[in-house]
Nanobody, 119 residues
Framework: QVQLVESGGGLVQAGGSLRLSCVAS????????MGWFRQAPGKERAFVAA???????NYADSVKGRFTISSNYAKNTVYLQMNSLKPEDTAVYYC?????????????WGQGTQVTVSS
């Protein structure tokens, strides 16, 4: 079991920046991927970005060029730097973890952190 704790959400004006953090603890793996998803009111949860244990990254088209995912492998921590925020980025952001060896998809989830972007 992997536990995830997110932090860094809040209220920001359009055009502003926020940095989310997520720390993984428990039965973490040597080969893993960590990612961020978001769920806006009335919408399904959507992929935002992901990073592998070797640093490979992937982004949703809607955030490319504005968001940057990074990680500290030694600290089992992933970050999401969000710049040029738009009102449509408002959502609950969830951190996710996948053990590459044993899971076909992300299997552990954080409790979520609210990001609100005002116009």
């Amino acid at each position: 079991q992997v536990q995830l704790v997110e932090s860094g959400g809040g209220l920001v004006q359009a055009g502003g920046s926020l940095r989310l953090s997520c720390v993984a603890s428990g039965r973490t793996a040597s080969r893993y991927a960590m990612g961020w998803f978001r769920q806006a009111p009335g919408k399904e949860r959507a992929f935002v970005a992901a990073i592998s244990w070797i640093g490979g990254t992937n982004y949703a088209d809607s955030v490319k060029g504005r968001f940057t995912i990074s990680s500290n492998y030694a600290k089992n921590t992933v970050y999401l730097q969000m710049n040029s925020l738009k009102p449509e980025d408002t959502a609950v952001y969830y951190c996710a973890y996948r053990d590459i060896r044993t899971e076909a998809d992300f299997g552990s989830w954080g409790q979520g952190t609210q990001v609100t972007v005002s116009s």
